[in-house]
């Protein structure tokens, strides 16, 4: 389980003095820890990708501040602990991999019209999450909707 292998990895962080690794696994335990307590239900596989994606997408985000604001020391740091969360990531998707799953949520779906982009980003979200950058394939389904 993904869970018990961050907590092991975090484990082996502290024993070999890594503060760095250690700190940047303690906030995903952190974040882990919080969403179960919030929603009252131990989390699966799929819920932990879910929060690592998000973290992910907010040190991106994070990077972007931090170089607009001239702070390379921080935006070293965010660098560093997306390629920690990055490790707990399943692997990621082809271009062809992604057209192939947009192909087939078009198809049953029935869509035609970018007005059906919902109903097709919903089962997309469903098989892609944490392999595919969702705001990519977003604008891929938008392309393919419109032409």
Known sequence: MLRDRINDELKDA????DTRRR?????LSAALKQKEVD???????SDIVAIIDKMIKQRRDSIAQFEKGGRADLVDNEQFEISVLERYMPQALSEAEIDAAIAAA?????????????KVMGPL???LAGRADMAKVSARVKSKLSG
């Open 14 to 17: 502290m024993r070999a003095g």
């Open 39 to 45: 929603e009252r239900k131990s989390l699966i596989d």
């Open 125 to 127: 979200k469903a098989r």
């Open 106 to 118: 078009i198809a049953e779906t029935g869509a035609k019209a970018q007005s059906d982009m919902g």
């Open 23 to 27: 700190d940047a696994l303690r906030l």
